[in-house]
């Protein structure tokens, strides 16, 4: 095949590496985020690796771009959703994907990240989260604990760390969901069901960095407390979890409750039965606060997901129906068309 055709029989995952030598500490738990997407999009509907593109910022997740084999942009700190959003504005054609850092998502690149979320801008956006600056070799993010002893807090972290979930959802993220990187089924499923997702699709992904943070998510992870600590949510299925299923979260009210199915006082129409595809943002709030409290279990699993127009449908329309009244622009006449006036050189 020469590199200028498309190839259009069934892809495998080798078709989306682009074969460099990946770079990250043996045992980063970047390696799975990696194998789990290029798992996943060769079984994509109608999927063309020319039209997908990875963009990334800065940071050891953000290396991410260079070993996909496809398009991909390795920006600066923070940018990843500002230039997905430029790209995907000028080429709603292409399938855009953000892999980046909690320290470049929800540090220097906040303010892009709310307002990506905010324009339902059809990006995928990965957050690696291991609650670490990894490139930088280990000081505390935004994510890292209250309390965290490293380089830059040497006598803990006294800042209130950013709840991932929460943000979207408050920022209005129309598809919100997390994974583990030890869990590469049901990140697969994530990664396949944010692909599917039309509008801006958020994943964060919980991921060891095992040199400067490990065993950050080992309560979630390891075979024997990981039944006991992560709920996996589940759309219209009662949230429960523990090694035998008979430990459900219940409302209290706006308070969730863990309780026990055995306790003789309550039955399984006391659970919260998942509702995903839920308008209202309270449950999907509830649910992402679970994460906050160390004796609740975690979830895992899509939060929310509802559909709405997109900002880059929206533009595209909008552009159509001016150049219809109005006739295809000029941008010389744009430029001259009020007063203009020359800077002298004294
Ligand atoms: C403008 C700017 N400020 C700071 C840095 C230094 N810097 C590089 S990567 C990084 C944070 C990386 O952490 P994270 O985003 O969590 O990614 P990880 O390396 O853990 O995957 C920082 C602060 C930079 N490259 N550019
Ligand atoms: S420093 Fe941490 S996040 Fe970076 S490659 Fe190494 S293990 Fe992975």
């Known amino acids: 095949m020469s590199s200028t055709e498309i190839k259009t029989e069934k892809y495998t995952s080798k078709d989306f590496s682009s074969?460099?030598?990946?770079?990250?500490?043996?045992?980063?738990?970047?390696?799975s985020i990696l194998a789990q997407v290029q798992r996943t999009l060769p079984n994509i509907e109608n999927i063309v690796?020319?039209?997908?593109?990875?963009?990334?910022?800065?940071?050891?997740?953000?290396?991410?771009?260079y070993y996909m084999g496809t398009y991909g942009f390795h920006g600066i700190h923070g940018r990843a959703p500002a230039i997905a959003t430029g790209l995907k504005i000028a080429r709603p054609d292409l399938t855009v994907w953000v892999a980046t850092g909690d320290g470049d998502l929800l540090s220097i690149g906040g303010n892009h990240f709310?307002?990506?979320?905010?324009?339902?801008?059809?990006?995928?956006i990965i957050l690696f989260n291991?609650?670490?600056?990894?490139?930088?070799?280990?000081?505390?993010s935004p994510t890292s604990e209250k309390g965290k002893v490293?380089?830059?807090?040497?006598?803990?972290?006294?800042?209130?760390?950013?709840?991932?979930?929460?943000?979207?959802?408050?920022?209005?993220?129309?598809?919100?969901?997390?994974?583990?990187?030890?869990?590469?089924?049901?990140?697969?499923?994530?990664?396949?069901?944010?692909?599917?997702?039309?509008?801006?699709a958020f994943v964060e992904v919980y991921q060891n960095c095992n040199i400067f943070n490990d065993g950050a998510f080992e309560l979630?992870?390891?075979?024997?407390?990981?039944?006991?600590?992560?709920?996996?949510?589940?759309?219209?299925k009662p949230m429960l979890f523990g090694k035998n299923k008979d430990k459900g979260i219940k409302l209290d009210g706006f308070t969730p409750v863990v309780v026990d199915l055995n306790d003789g006082r309550h039955t399984i129409n006391d659970i919260i039965v998942h509702d995903e595809k839920d308008h209202g943002m309270v449950r999907a709030f509830i649910l992402s606060h679970l994460t906050d409290d160390p004796n609740l279990p975690t979830p895992i699993g899509v939060f929310r997901q509802v559909f709405k127009p997109t900002y880059d449908e929206a533009m595209?329309?909008?552009?159509?129906?001016?150049?219809?009244?109005?006739?295809?622009?000029?941008?010389?006449?744009?430029?001259?068309?009020?007063?203009?006036?020359?800077?002298?050189e004294n």
Not at 49 to 65: A, D, L, M, N, Q
Not at 114 to 124: M, T, V, Y
Not at 221 to 232: L, P
Request: aromatic share 8%.
């Open 220 to 236: 979630l992870t390891e075979k024997e407390t990981k039944d006991d600590h992560v709920v996996i949510l589940e759309h219209g």
């Open 150 to 200: 490293t380089k830059t807090s040497p006598y803990g972290s006294v800042d209130y760390p950013f709840n991932a979930i929460s943000l979207a959802l408050g920022s209005n993220a129309t598809f919100v969901a997390r994974s583990l990187d030890r869990e590469p089924k049901h990140l697969a499923e994530m990664i396949d069901r944010a692909a599917a997702h039309k509008g801006l």
């Open 130 to 140: 291991n609650r670490i600056y990894g490139l930088t070799k280990g000081q505390y």
């Open 49 to 65: 690796k020319e039209k997908v593109v990875w963009v990334s910022g800065i940071g050891c997740s953000s290396r991410f771009p």
């Open 19 to 31: 074969g460099q030598d990946v770079r990250w500490c043996p045992g980063c738990g970047d390696y």
């Open 114 to 124: 709310i307002h990506a979320c905010r324009k339902n801008i059809d990006l995928k």
């Open 316 to 344: 595209v329309e909008q552009i159509e129906q001016v150049k219809k009244k109005k006739g295809k622009g000029d941008l010389e006449k744009l430029l001259f068309a009020t007063n203009t006036w020359e800077v002298s």
